[in-house]
């Protein structure tokens, strides 16, 4: 249920920035990353198997939101979960919930909210454009 109100609350936002396209490759990176990163840990520390969820692309699209706009609190938020999520993947490493994959996600989703800025300069989402503020 946390995961569909991350998603409803983050995703419209991206939407209206980046467009489409976009936010269909953000989610699709976030989630690759995510589940790369939470099988790594698996494989590591002997965790629960393939993670199955949307935990990735939540983290993902959390990250792009605090990457692309710039909201006060938004990226520092981010930041600490994102170092809670770090330390939990490794100490609860047998627990059901997904902690490496929120990581990765958020990784994924920022590194891919920073290409889009970087490689279309003059489009939605650039850093020469104006993003409205919410």
Request: hydrophobic share 50%; glycine share 14%; net charge positive.
């Amino acid at each position: 249920m946390a995961n569909i109100m991350g998603l409803v609350w983050f995703c419209p936002r991206l939407l209206r920035i980046v467009g489409m396209l976009r936010l269909i490759s953000l989610c699709a990176v976030s989630q690759a990353v995510g589940v790369a990163a939470q099988s790594i840990v698996d494989c590591l520390l002997g965790g629960n198997g393939a993670p199955i969820g949307l935990s990735g692309i939540v983290c993902g699209c959390m990250a792009g939101t605090a990457w692309v706009v710039p909201a006060k609190g938004m990226r520092l938020s981010v930041l600490l979960f994102g170092t809670f999520s770090a330390v939990l993947a490794f100490v609860a490493s047998k627990s059901s919930t997904a902690h490496a994959a929120h990581l990765g996600g958020m990784l994924g989703g920022a590194a891919t909210a920073w290409a889009i800025q970087r490689v279309s300069p003059g489009r939605r989402g650039a850093p020469r454009c104006k993003v409205r503020q919410e």
